[in-house]
């Protein structure tokens, strides 16, 4: 079974910056491509990034690109995202989801807010 927890949200000022995570378990996060997604209040889900395999190729969407950071662990099992300079508009449910099988799981809330 998948198992995809995220963690490490919370409300930060704008400007701020903040690290959430996400293990992986019950696949072979190894050979995977992994996303984070974001589903904002009222909105539909938004594919914010993508990291190879391997790690060692990303993609960011317009909107986050030069603020967030994707990496990844493999011996840990766990996803990264580092987020720096937020705004109100970046205050969303964030989910790390498998990027071909589109599994998800729990996600984290992030609120930009002063």
């Known amino acids: 079974e998948v198992q995809l927890q995220a963690f490490g949200g919370g409300l930060v000022q704008p400007g701020g910056s903040l690290r959430l995570s996400c293990a992986a378990s019950?696949?072979?996060?190894?050979?995977?491509?992994m996303s984070w997604v974001r589903q904002a209040p009222g909105k539909g889900p938004e594919t914010i990034s993508t990291?190879?395999?391997?790690?060692?190729?990303?993609w960011y969407v317009d909107s986050v690109k030069g603020r967030f950071t994707m990496s990844r662990d493999n011996a840990k099992r766990i996803v990264y995202l580092d987020m720096r300079s937020l705004k109100p508009d970046d205050t969303a449910v964030y989910y790390c989801?498998?990027?071909?099988?589109?599994?998800r799981g729990q996600g984290t809330l992030v609120t930009v807010s002063s």
């Open positions: 990291i190879t395999a391997d790690g060692s190729s990303s």
């Open positions: 989801v498998v990027t071909t099988t589109r599994d």
């Open positions: 019950g696949f072979t996060f190894s050979g995977r491509v």
